[in-house]
């Protein structure tokens, strides 16, 4: 059944290419929305991506290369409102004004505030706190960036749900005290997918060194799914169902990230074939690893292949950065100036 349409916006942070969690978490989703034809903002969250990148060459090139890869994969710049967030600087602006009804007790209860918080040695330093005013403020930065469009929907994947609440808190806030002037997103549907990383940690994250690519050739895939540490005891499953996301956490993490990715990639009977491998105790790891490889080798060739197309290069990049600002630019600026 075709969703009801609406405003979709999501952003993703140009910190290095994109892995699976970002594609299956965030950009398929994107895709298939794109193409229900919802009206769709997808930007590069630059403005974001301050609070860890520091070289101003990686940052630029990575930017460019995150919007060659978004065309790569299937978002179509003449469909979607694909744009750089810091060429609506707007977004600062409303930034500015939701940080004036936002508490601090709130945004110290973010996540990664609080995680970024637990990593600091109890001796500080001088200056007290090291963290960032910008680190802090990341979720109204990011409210900001929804709330500007009127979003509707805001697909990420779960890591980021917490964000999107802070949103929703802080448009609910303001509407409360000035009337109704923001639109209320949705809530992230509980159904967000936590790819786990290849290092068997709950999370595959950019900064963590556990990532398979979109852009990794076959032999860099089969390297990183070889490294994947897998037990030589799996665990009962304790279970007779096939769904991944019932039979999948009774797995050894690391085991269990081998099993996530085959159930994205491969047809089902490769999947369930391999389930029943393990539950009859057969010997299989070599032979989940390189299947597993080829299938990730398959989805990455295409997306290699139009990532390095001539028509997507640098330039064509800029082009459309350059229409497509002006597309959000005035919805943008309603916003702010009501
Ligand atoms: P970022 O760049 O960390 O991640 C981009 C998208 O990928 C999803 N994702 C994952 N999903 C499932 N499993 C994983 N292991 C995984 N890793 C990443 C994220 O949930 C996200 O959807 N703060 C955002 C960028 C942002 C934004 C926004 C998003 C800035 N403003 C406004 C939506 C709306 C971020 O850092 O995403």
């Known amino acids: 059944m075709q969703e009801k349409r609406g405003i979709i916006l999501s952003g993703i942070r140009p910190t290095g290419r994109l892995h699976y969690g970002n594609y299956f978490g965030a950009i398929a989703k994107f895709i298939e929305l794109q193409e229900q034809g919802h009206c769709c903002y997808y930007f590069i969250a630059d403005y974001h991506a301050l609070t860890t990148i520091t070289d101003r060459q990686d940052y630029l090139r ?37 940080g004036m009804i936002t508490n601090i007790g709130h945004l110290e209860r973010g996540t990664t505030y609080k995680d970024k918080m637990g990593k600091i040695p109890a001796t500080k330093g001088p200056e007290g706190n090291p963290l960032s005013y910008g680190l802090l403020g990341y979720p109204v930065l990011m409210a900001a960036d929804i709330l500007i ?54 999370k595959m994250g950019k900064s963590d060194n556990n990532t398979l690519d979109l852009l990794d050739d076959p032999k860099t895939v089969l390297q990183k799914i070889k490294g994947v540490q897998t037990t030589t005891d799996p665990l009962p499953l304790d279970t007779d169902s096939d769904d991944p996301e019932v039979v999948i956490p ?84 309603d916003t702010v100036e009501s």
Request: net charge positive.
């Open 149 to 202: 469009v009127r979003a509707d929907k805001v697909p990420v994947g779960d890591d980021q749900r917490q964000h999107v609440e802070m949103a929703i808190d802080i448009a609910q806030k303001f509407n409360y005290r000035f009337g109704e002037v923001l639109n209320v997103p949705e809530a992230v549907s509980r159904n967000a997918l936590r790819l786990p990383g290849l290092d068997g940690s709950a």
């Open 250 to 333: 009774k797995m050894p993490p690391s085991l269990g990230v081998l099993y996530r990715l085959l159930s994205l990639l491969a047809p089902i009977e490769v999947y369930q074939d391999f389930l029943g491998k393990y539950r009859r105790g057969e010997k299989f790891y070599g032979m989940l690893k390189t299947t597993l490889a080829e299938h990730v080798s398959k989805f990455n060739a295409p997306i290699i292949e139009r990532f390095n197309a001539p028509g997507n290069d640098d330039q064509s990049v800029r082009d459309f950065l350059r229409a497509n600002v002006a597309k959000v630019t005035p919805v943008a600026l």
């Open 62 to 98: 990575q930017t460019i290369d995150m919007l060659r890869t978004y065309v790569a994969c299937g978002l179509d710049p003449a469909k979607s409102v694909i744009y750089r967030q810091s060429d609506l600087p707007c977004t600062a602006e409303l930034s500015l004004l939701l």
